[in-house]
């Protein structure tokens, strides 16, 4: 094996939103369940670790005021996509999370980016528009539809990929692909269509291909500054590939966001500025 080469890590900007009305009263995808009791206190203290974690990486962290009665307004990554100063604000699948959209409108606006548009395709935002040096890595099939992303096309000027999720519990391009560097991946490929997987051994033959029980420690819903790699503490094996490929894991742990489905990368907003 040839030695792994050195990865430069570039700063960062997210938006990231505290779970102060954190709860699953509603079940949009299987991790949900709302008979189980969630520890909101518990959430907190995870997501002001990942906070912490990010911040002491180097990245700048800026934060939307939390809502009441949006009790999934912590997983920003869904709100907008951002590139080059330019923000395609989502449009939400299910009615239970339709509010968000406006607070990040609003968010946005105000912090003065221009131009802010707002999808008119069901498009859940960087969970499923995943930006990958001058591309973007686009899921449907589950939420976000096609035609947002030729939307997404049009408005962000970059050429989409479109890609098709066929497994219920990997309903967010996020939870089951990762970007690592502009030219590197990872991936757990049983969560896409054939056509899709051939697509992406074809784009990114370096992969880094993630096994079934990584994927669903979430593993794969990681955020990377090029040379580390933040996720779930529990994808063992991932971390031991990401090291092994020259990049940093750096875990973290947040089992009470796990309970709707989210893990650090939905917590995530990435601000790309112009
Ligand atoms: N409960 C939320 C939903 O189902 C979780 C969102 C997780 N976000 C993500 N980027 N995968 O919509």
Request: contains cysteine.
């Amino acid at each position: 094996m040839t030695a792994s080469p050195h990865r430069e890590p570039r700063r960062r900007r997210y938006l990231l939103c505290p779970p102060a009305h954190f709860a699953v009263s509603y079940a949009i995808n299987p991790w949900m369940d709302p008979g189980r009791p969630v520890d909101r206190a518990a959430a907190d203290r995870q997501w002001r670790r990942l906070r912490a974690v990010l911040r002491g990486l180097g990245h700048e962290v800026l934060t939307l005021d939390p809502l009441p009665g949006l009790p999934d307004m912590v997983f920003t990554a869904n709100g907008a996509t951002v590139v080059d100063g330019r923000v395609l604000v989502a449009r939400f699948k299910y009615a239970e999370r339709a509010g968000e959209a406006a607070a990040h409108r609003r968010w946005f606006a105000r912090a003065g980016y221009r131009p802010v548009h707002t999808a008119t395709q069901v498009n859940e935002g960087e969970g499923d528009l995943l930006v990958a040096g001058r591309r973007i890595l686009a899921g449907s099939g589950l939420r976000t539809t096609a035609p947002a992303h030729r939307e997404a096309q049009h408005l962000l000027g970059l050429p989409v990929v479109t890609l098709r999720l066929v497994d219920p519990r990997f309903y967010h391009l996020d939870t089951a692909l990762t970007v690592l560097s502009d030219d590197q991946i990872m991936y757990w490929p049983p969560a896409l269509a054939p056509t899709s997987r051939r697509l992406l051994a074809a784009l990114y033959p370096n992969a880094i291909l993630a096994d079934e029980a990584d994927a669903a420690a979430f593993g794969l819903n990681a955020i990377s500054d090029g040379r580390h790699v933040v996720l779930p503490r529990a994808a063992a094996g991932l971390a031991a590939q990401l090291h092994a490929h020259g990049y940093r894991p750096v875990p973290v742990e947040m089992p009470e966001l796990l309970k709707a489905g989210g893990g650090p990368k939905c917590c995530t907003l990435e601000l790309r500025g112009a």
